[in-house]
């Protein structure tokens, strides 16, 4: 298992964001993270990744305990992730986010850039490169966020929603993009909205609800899920 | 942009102009005492405001109490020197010492404080510092302060005219300002931009902001500190009011954000325009009506600043390049319509 959560939950201030949730991934998984607004996905991204710690239980990454690790020390371990409220490095140029990223992984200015930019090439920001990041678009954000978490070439990459507010043409470009970081090995756990984007995209899909899971299956075992199904209608949603 | 061999030619002719200038007006400053006076100032704060940018403008922590680290140099040369015989060149080198171990606890314990609060508390802290000189009157002489014996000599850094000194806060300039460069180029330089940024992504990127924090203080410090040491040789008297005094804070800082915040020749650019106005005011308005030359001063920057908020060099930077790519269009579309 490349990513694991043993009995998780997190509480703020009397509000149970997470209560006692199990999650396993092995390496090599497209996972999908669905779930009414507010069930506590990104809170669930946050705690994995350190930037919360939990109120009980672990988690553990690659079978190294990691709960309450930094968030610097995840990135280094092979952890990358995505911010759902996209937080680019507004006054540098998109370039220099990447090249800030790929200095992780040690070398000379030069060749930092160099493969900064390859990195660029990938997302389909090459062109923007000398733009600063606070001008780019929203799907331009999104991409630019990807581009960060690829360039420390991790094992495991969280991405939160980073399809939400796109067109269709953008959303497909990011299918496309997750499937390429796929083939190079990276293990995805994604938490999106659009039900048939997380559908035929995961292997596998978890559902949270109420900070609580809610049920896991293949996506066309949970869609047929009375308790999904009840859940999500509640909110308004519809599956198809 | 990395050495390739077409620029160099172009990069020799830059230093040659600068090295050109320099040596001019370290000739012309042989002859004139003000000029000079105002170069060593020009020269030193281009040192210490460099120091400041590295906490101030890379890392984005606007601190206002760099003169404790200034203080602690120029005490620390100044008693080793009168007290043990120890020469400043190396007092310089204890005193930055003492300011990096300093800085490392100031570092840690605002770590968490943002903006005005980290403000707030580097204000602080060099007014303690400002008290305790005062106070510990034992080891500092207290308010009255300590004077230097004249004795002009290589060893005592210390010079007969004012050249050697200009020589002196010139090459003290010109190490920090290599200094900057070579960060500016490499990781810390765009880490710490990066965690002026965003702390948050930065943390998702790999990196440690507490540790590069605290190491841009340290770094600042070390610098300022040996500037203090510069400036003590070259006045010959240290006093708390003066060696701990706000305004060498505020100079620090207020060189920096002028020429261009966070930007490798912004506080080059902006103590060189500074210092000649701020001491031209003081000689010639300075008599007549007390504090008139720090208002006009003030009007000075309130002008400035509206006109280019970012700061004189990236100002100046921004429209040359616009000039530049207009030029290279016109030329495209030139040889377009052939
Ligand atoms: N730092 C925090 N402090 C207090 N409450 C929080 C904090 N972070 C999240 N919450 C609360 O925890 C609950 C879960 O939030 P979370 O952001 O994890 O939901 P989500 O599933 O990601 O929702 P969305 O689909 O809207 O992104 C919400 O009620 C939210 O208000
Ligand atoms: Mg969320």
Redesign the pocket.
């Known amino acids: 298992m490349i990513l694991e959560a043993i009995g998780v939950s997190?509480s703020?201030?009397g509000?149970q964001?997470?209560s006692n949730v199990d999650i396993q991934i092995a390496e090599g998984e497209i996972v999908g993270l669905i779930?009414?607004?507010?069930?506590?996905?990104?809170?669930?991204?946050?705690v994995i990744s350190g930037y919360?710690k939990p109120t009980t239980g672990d988690v553990l990454f690659a079978g190294d305990k990691v709960t309450g690790t930094r968030p610097h020390r995840m990135a280094h371990m092979g952890m990358a992730r995505t911010f759902?409220i996209v937080k680019p490095l507004a006054n540098m140029t998109v370039l220099e986010n990447v090249m800030v990223a790929q200095f992780m992984k040690g070398g000379r200015t030069k060749e930092v850039r160099e493969l900064a930019e390859h990195v660029l090439q990938q997302v389909g920001l090459y062109e923007q490169r000398n733009q600063t990041a606070g001008t780019l678009t929203l799907a331009g954000r999104k991409r630019l966020e990807v581009a960060r978490a690829l360039a420390i070439k991790p094992r495991l990459i969280l991405l939160?929603?980073v399809m939400a507010g796109l067109n269709a043409t953008e959303v497909q470009q990011t299918i496309d993009l997750i499937h390429l970081v796929h083939k190079q090995g990276i293990t995805i756990f994604i938490?999106e909205?659009i039900m048939h984007v997380i559908m035929s995209l995961s292997h596998r899909v978890i559902i949270?609800n109420q900070?609580e899971k809610l049920c896991e299956g293949r996506p066309e075992e949970v869609i047929n899920d009375q308790r999904v199904i009840d859940a999500y209608l509640g909110e308004g949603f519809s599956l198809a | 942009m990395d050495g390739k061999k077409t620029k160099s030619p172009k990069f020799l002719i830059k230093y040659l102009v600068v090295a050109g200038a320099v040596c001019f007006a370290i000739a012309y400053g042989n002859t004139n005492a003000f000029f000079a006076h105002n170069l060593v100032l020009i020269f030193l704060y281009m040192g210490l405001s460099q120091a400041w940018n590295i906490i101030g403008g890379y890392a984005g922590q606007l601190s206002l109490g760099h003169v404790a680290f200034f203080g602690i140099g120029s005490y620390t040369s100044t008693l080793l020197y009168l007290n043990y015989g120890i020469t400043p060149w190396i007092g310089a080198l204890v005193g930055a010492a003492l300011a990096a171990v300093v800085a490392y606890g100031l570092g840690w314990a605002t770590l968490r404080l943002k903006g005005a609060y980290f403000t707030l508390a580097t204000i602080a802290f060099a007014e303690v510092l400002r008290i305790l000189a005062t106070n510990f009157s034992g080891i500092t002489k207290g308010a009255q302060g300590v004077g230097i014996p004249f004795r002009p000599e290589l060893g005592n850094m210390i010079f007969r005219g004012k050249t050697g000194y200009v020589i002196l806060a010139l090459g003290f300039a010109v190490i920090v300002y290599l200094v900057c460069r070579y960060m500016d180029r490499t990781r810390l330089g765009y880490y710490l931009a990066a965690i002026r940024e965003d702390e948050t992504t930065s943390a998702s990127m790999g990196i440690n902001v507490a540790n590069n924090k605290v190491l841009a203080m340290v770094l600042s410090a070390v610098f300022t500190a040996i500037g203090g040491t510069v400036y003590a040789q070259y006045i010959l008297f240290i006093e708390p009011a003066s060696e701990f005094s706000y305004s060498v804070s505020l100079n620090m800082a207020l060189f920096a954000i002028f020429g261009g915040l966070g930007s490798l020749y912004g506080p080059i650019v902006g103590a060189a325009i500074l210092i000649p106005i701020q001491e031209y005011l003081r000689v010639t308005f300075g008599g007549s009506l007390p504090g008139l030359h720090l208002a006009m001063f003030g009007l000075v920057l309130i002008i400035t600043v509206l006109l280019m908020p970012k700061g004189v060099f990236p100002t100046i930077q921004g429209f040359v390049q616009g000039r530049i790519a207009r030029s290279q269009k016109k030329k495209l579309r030139g040889e377009g319509s052939q």
């Open positions: 997190k703020f201030l509000l964001a997470l779930g009414p607004n507010g069930a506590g996905k990104t809170t669930l991204f946050n919360l759902q939160d929603e938490i909205h949270l900070g």
